[in-house]
């Protein structure tokens, strides 16, 4: 079966990539593990919020370039950086052109652009015939209209070479041996969340504590294909997350929603001795990936009080609200008259609790965030007092939707060997690709816009013939 271009994976990068292809002339082939014609991936499972570093994508590259700055300190790959920023507004503009719907679903700027019908932020998971699944729908359908063709159920297992040229792909389709031969393959296979080993090694020492928010279809078999072919990998450290509810493990209806990120950014996130490890003014995604790293990341506790419950568990500007819908969906909330009680509800010693919710409030009373232990940053998220009674607590834990890290790639999605050099004819896209996202911060630029921009210029590349 020839081809002028593999892919491996058929989320949104990969269809991204396979459609652009098509549209410029070019044989595609998308091989997708998955086999049933609504294959779980977390592009389908998702949001639907397209935005790069919560800007809108028309905002312009200059302030899309420093948002995405911000957000990870600055460590990201600078090419991929001026990448995504500069091809923003073009990929909206290309999906668009593919029947993508949108609408704007809030009043912050990286709700301007959300896929209709949009998905409910609300408990349990509903996506059938959400704007993610209708997008992958119809780029299922334009593929074909193309020429271009979905394969489901094929397992790829390696990257074939011919005399140290990319040669196409090798794996397996109803137990037999299959092969697929091209001059270019592109790995989108999403990143490696579903991979309890890789979890444990890279992210996390006890991987099952954290509770699979996506798909979990991502198992990091792409990133080991292109690490055999002699790929460098990047970022494989931070993911995308937030705290959810601990009893989530038992109760399917507490998420991928409400999440508790706010409310740990007002008050305090503490582990089961009663200390703070982190900085919360970082926000939820940076508060997940520390809760990852600890020995017990179940044993921890979000700590506010009665005004932050009826004010920031309540602002319905970004729905659902943990007040009262979490509750509502069976979560339980601690409450008590007096910090010990509190600490004896949620298991934690009373003195160690009483110590850390002085130090905050001594720090939101003078300003002295900086002299905390860790320290606390007040830019993003404002930090409140924890003082009316009733106190209150949710005891939490890390959800893990996608991991940010992978394969390193430069501006045209080519795979980049651990020399830095172009693998010629190997290319990556979307979430199984490192060097945009993460850094010290974890900073979170958007899965699915990182999908479509990585998808489209690799594409693109190949069709320029300069792969081999």
């Known amino acids: 079966m020839d081809y002028d271009l593999v892919v491996i994976g058929g989320g949104l990068a990969g269809l991204t990539a396979a459609n652009r292809a098509a549209e410029l002339g070019l044989r595609a082939v998308v091989l997708e593990r998955g086999g049933d014609e609504l294959y779980p991936c977390n592009s389908r499972w998702a949001g639907g919020l397209v935005h790069l570093a919560f800007k809108d994508m028309t905002a312009g590259a200059e302030e899309i370039h420093a948002a995405i700055e911000r957000s990870t300190g600055g460590l990201t790959e600078a090419a991929l950086t001026h990448l995504l ?60 209209k193309r020429q271009g063709r979905l394969l489901r159920g094929v397992a790829a297992g390696e990257i074939v070479r011919d005399g140290g040229r990319i040669a196409g792909v090798a794996g397996t389709q109803n137990g037999g041996e299959v092969r697929f031969a091209a001059p270019a393959v592109l790995i989108a296979d999403g990143g490696f969340q579903g991979n309890a080993e890789l979890v444990a090694r890279h992210i996390a020492p006890t991987a099952g504590a954290l509770f699979q928010r996506g798909a979990g279809t991502g198992m990091g078999d792409g990133i080991r294909m292109a690490e055999a072919m002699g790929a460098r990998l990047c970022g494989m450290d931070r993911f995308y997350g937030h705290l959810l509810g601990r009893e989530v493990f038992e109760n399917e209806k507490l998420w991928p929603y409400p999440i508790l990120d706010h409310l740990a950014a007002a008050g305090v996130l503490v582990d089961a001795h009663a200390r703070r490890f982190c900085d919360e003014g970082l926000g939820g995604v940076y508060m997940a990936n520390e809760t990852a790293k600890l020995d017990d990341p179940r044993g921890i506790a979000v700590v506010f009080d009665e005004a932050a419950w009826s004010t920031v568990g309540a602002d319905n ?152």
């Open 85 to 144: 920023a500069d091809e923003a507004e073009r990929a909206l503009a290309w999906l668009r052109g593919q029947g993508a719907r949108f609408i704007k679903a809030g009043p912050y700027e990286w709700m301007r652009w959300v896929l209709a019908p949009p998905r409910p932020r609300t408990p349990g998971l509903d996506w059938k015939g959400r704007g993610p699944d209708v997008l992958l729908r119809a780029l299922t359908a334009n593929l074909a």
């Open 317 to 468: 500007r970004f729905p659902p609200t943990p007040n009262d819908s979490f509750v509502r969906a069976g979560g339980t909330v601690h409450a008590a008259d007096t910090l010990d009680a509190l600490a004896a509800k949620i298991g934690v010693p009373a003195d160690a609790l009483a110590e850390t919710v002085a130090a905050h409030n001594r720090a939101v009373d003078d300003g002295g965030y900086g002299a905390l232990t860790p320290p606390r940053s007040n830019a993003r998220k404002t930090a409140k007092p924890i003082a009316a009674a009733p106190f209150r607590a949710v005891q939490a834990c890390a959800g893990i939707t996608y991991t940010m890290g992978g394969i390193a790639i430069d501006a045209q999605a080519r795979v980049l060997s651990e020399a830095g050099e172009p693998i010629l004819g190997l290319y990556a896209a979307g979430s199984c690709t490192g060097g945009a996202e993460g850094g010290p911060k974890a900073g979170y630029i958007g899965g699915l816009s990182k999908a479509v921009i990585t998808g489209l210029v690799a594409a693109e590349h190949v069709a320029q013939g300069r792969h081999g």
